[in-house]
């Protein structure tokens, strides 16, 4: 019976893999700018996702929030890294080789990263992961109408930044 029940939740996780890797390495990965610390964060999520299934009641969720504060955990551990680096250091670089990197990508994730904590990740949330600002919300840990106004935000510092840097 165990045998049975072990292999009902490894269809189920294999499903939630499926339905929901692509979609939630790519939030983190915009939050990160990189894919690979991403892919860590995103697996990471679903190891405890499998050792918690049990008790998750909506899967896709508690996935994005796991994944999303794991990926500011990582981000804040990032600038006390270049923070320290820099009391040491002249400068850090810290950016894709530019062959590998689409031009209009680049801008529009210079874009991104120019804006706030809270606003860039309404951003990513709503509108490429496409959930509801309701969902969004519970992520991030306010309400809706905050999340809609991070997003109303995002939107003048992005047409700000985008126009600044194309004229």
Avoid at 1 to 7: C, E, I, K, N, V
Avoid at 17 to 24: D, K, P
Avoid at 79 to 101: G, K
Wanted: contains cysteine; proline residues 2%; charged residues 30%.
């Amino acid at each position: 019976m165990a045998d049975l029940r072990a292999g009902m939740k490894a269809d189920g996780l294999d499903e939630l893999y499926r339905a929901h890797w692509g979609r939630t390495v790519a939030v983190a990965s915009h939050l990160l700018g990189d894919r690979s610390a991403a892919e860590d964060i995103v697996q990471e999520a679903f190891v405890r996702l499998a050792d918690e299934l049990d008790t998750v009641d909506d899967p896709g969720p508690w996935l994005r929030t796991v994944t999303y504060r794991r990926a500011l955990n990582e981000l804040r551990r990032r600038d006390r890294e270049r923070a320290a680096i820099s009391r040491h250091a002249a400068t850090v670089t810290d950016s894709y080789p530019a062959e590998l990197v689409d031009p209009i990508d680049a801008r529009l994730a210079a874009a991104l990263g120019q804006l706030r904590g809270n606003q860039r990740a309404a951003v990513l949330l709503c509108w490429v992961d496409e959930v509801s600002t309701a969902e969004a919300a519970r992520t991030i840990g306010c309400s809706a109408a905050t999340v809609r106004v991070h997003l109303y935000r995002a939107r003048k510092a992005l047409g700000h930044a985008l126009e600044e840097e194309h004229t």
